[in-house]
DNA sequence: GCACTATATTCCTTAAAAAGAATATATAAG
DNA sequence: CTTATATATTCTTTTTAAGGAATATAGTGC
């Protein structure tokens, strides 16, 4: 049950599930994501965390940046038919759908500096 | 987006999941309810209602009772899936499995009174 | 009409989550 | 070792959700 409320929770809130739309189309770090949701490094950070936390991302240092991606879901049983779903939930949505549009035009080596 | 996050948000809380797994196996009124979980009785109607909102359980009146029972989830795209999921989703977890034990010997006429 | 019962709602208090500012850590480059 | 940059963490404040007590509503039966 811990589990499953952990995962709920962190679906709970707009910020993160687009985070997860998006990495459903390219890694991203942390300056990319608050690029594209316009949100203080520190708050894009925390969302990540808690994400991490309900096994739905997960994290891969390169250098200097961390990137985050899709997890594979096997965490709960949960975490994976969620994320299956996600695939094809909320791709009407207007926001979302701005936002994916933009994604190849983020460019880290501008973002980051 | 937004009736995304409401359906989240009332899959946050225990209480609600529990009543949601109770449903699963009979339409219950009120004081059934707050019998089974041992909580006062407004706050189920709280939760009954913020599962309600988020189109995961339906109500029928009948006379001084109000059956609720799990609905079609023809409101979004979501509640049909975690429906269906929630029908195998949790039942290993002892707290779940020992409610739903105890609900054939739930009785109306003896709770409510 | 009145009394009774099941449920809903309101209001207030408490707990939990989110936002913001500041600071810390870690890695890279000189 | 120093500087610079990306990310993480902490601490405080604000917002949101949950719990509890009291009251309101809506039926039922007399």
């Known amino acids: ?9 962190a679906l709970s809130d707009p910020n993160r599930v ?3 739309k998006m ?8 300056c990319e994501i608050k690029a594209a949701l316009k949100l203080p490094q520190p708050s894009v950070s925390k969302h990540l965390k808690i994400l991490e936390k309900a096994g739905l991302v997960s994290s891969q240092k390169d250098g200097l940046w961390v990137n ?3 997890s594979n879901g096997r965490s709960t049983p949960y975490t994976a038919t969620i994320l299956e779903n996600l695939k094809h939930w909320l791709n009407d949505d207007s ?3 701005r ?6 035009f983020l460019n880290r080596k501008e973002l980051c500096s």
Do not use: W
């Not at 049950?1 to 929770?9: E, G, H, L, Q, S």
């Open 99 to 104: 936002l994916i549009e933009k994604i190849p």
């Open 23 to 30: 990495l459903q189309h390219k890694s991203m770090c942390v």
């Open 68 to 70: 985050y991606h899709l």
């Open 95 to 97: 926001e979302i759908a």
């Open 1 to 9: 049950m811990k589990d499953f409320i952990i995962v709920m929770k």
């Open 18 to 20: 687009k985070i997860i």
